[in-house]
């Protein structure tokens, strides 16, 4: 295909609007070029448009071809977006599902991530990676790597030339992590923003944004416009039992410089919760330890948030901070079950993530379906729940 021609697809259209409001055309066609959409037609709509009326109309626009994909009556829908899933944790997808977060991390994952200090066995594991989530229709993936920066930066490369957009994450962890798998703090920090500079400094846009930041000037927009690179760095604390304060601080200030997004895991498990607060005494709340050190913005993606309370919604809420939901690792793992509807009626961001391997499928389809079963679950619990009470109330009220 050459730049110039302009590719329809043809078929069943679906199409998510806002939460909530679904466009769906039975018979309709999706006019790009150069990868861009130039138009969506109805063919059904009247004035009746034919699919060869609407090409010889475009055909006058471009020197080059139009040319038609037909599917029938199968469905086009737009890329999936996976929001929390860990690249390295791939090669051990469905395996190692028999203990709850903090052990199966010691047991299952902290030893295959180490792995990934050998360059080339990880770019292999990666390229595999990001292939099975494109197979699966994920055209946007938020991944976390490991602490190796040039095995994340061999990351930002295979989803570069796969054409698939993505946030990488090079993990940050500083403590409470195994020997041989843990960075020294100065330069884990060092490594860390290191790595935001190589990333940005492979597409233009992010070399332009890179300079105008050394130079001090106005920086132009880096995410959420046409120019939006295909690949943005994302400062990732593995979570707060991994960094200690002097690392988090230190990632939120190069988070607030280069104003990229930034992804952690918040209260995903009880006993997670639990050391968290062990951990930070001073602080009382699991999400207030991440505000703390300039982690919780408008550009950050939380996932799990199992037992966030109130006031740690609110907190994410009045911050602009993004939920990814992982229904079937929360399952897998035994972690709990997150009642997104509370979430939803808050007005919070949130999205759905795979969070291979804790979840056991790349599948954005089989994060849907899990996400459908963990609502049902949170909604025969608030019926119980509220029947119980119901019933201690009718009690109360006959022993008066
Ligand atoms: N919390 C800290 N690290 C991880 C991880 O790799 N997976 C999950 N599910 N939770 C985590």
């Known amino acids: 295909m050459g730049d110039r021609d302009i590719l329809t697809l043809v078929g069943a259209i679906v199409h998510s609007l806002e939460l909530g409001k679904l466009m769906m055309i039975e018979r309709g066609a999706i006019f790009t070029q150069d990868g861009l959409i130039l138009r969506i037609v109805d063919l059904n709509e009247p004035p009746l448009t034919t699919l060869e009326e609407q090409v010889q109309e475009l055909q006058k626009t471009t ?19 996976d929001t929390h899933c860990n690249a390295p944790q791939y090669v051990f997808t469905g395996t190692g599902m028999d203990l709850p977060l903090l052990q199966w991390l010691e047991k299952y994952t902290f030893p295959c991530e180490s792995r990934f200090k050998d360059e080339e066995f990880a770019r292999k594991a990666y390229k595999r990676s990001v292939k099975a989530h494109l197979a699966n229709g994920s055209t946007f993936c938020s991944y976390f790597a490991t602490i190796h920066s040039p095995a994340a930066i061999a990351l930002a490369e295979v989803c570069q030339e796969l054409g698939q957009r993505a946030y990488i994450g090079k993990v940050s962890m500083d403590r409470n992590s195994p020997e041989g798998y843990i960075e020294e703090t100065g330069k884990g920090c060092e490594d860390a923003e290191q790595f935001v500079r ?13 300079k105008s930041v050394d130079e001090g000037g106005e920086s132009p927009a880096l995410m959420n416009n046409k120019e939006t690179p295909l690949i943005l760095p994302a400062i990732t604390p593995r979570f707060v039992p991994t960094c200690t304060a002097e690392m988090m601080r230190e990632l939120g200030r190069i988070g607030a410089k280069y104003g990229v997004p930034m992804q952690s895991h918040l209260s995903e498990n009880k006993d997670e919760c639990a050391w968290v607060a062990s951990l930070h005494p001073e602080i009382s709340g699991y999400a207030k330890v991440y505000n703390e050190y300039g982690l919780l913005n408008d550009k950050t993606c939380m996932a799990h948030c199992v037992y966030s309370d109130l006031e740690e919604r609110k907190l994410m809420k009045a911050n602009g901070c993004g939920v990814s939901h992982c229904a079937s690792s929360n399952f897998s793992l035994c972690s709990g079950v997150m009642d997104i509807r509370v979430f939803l009626n808050e007005g919070l961001k949130v999205s ?3 969070d291979v391997a804790g979840g056991y499928s790349c599948s954005m389809l089989d994060a849907m379906r899990q996400t459908l079963t963990a609502s049902i679950v949170s909604s025969i619990r608030r019926r119980d729940a509220n029947a119980e009470n119901k019933e201690k109330e009718g009690a109360e009220e006959n022993s008066l």
């Open 352 to 354: 759905l993530g795979t």
């Open 198 to 210: 190589a990333v940005l400094a492979k597409s233009v846009e992010g070399a332009a944004f890179l």
């Open 63 to 81: 020197t080059g071809k139009v040319i038609v994909q037909d599917f029938g009556e199968n469905l086009i829908v737009p890329g999936f977006i």
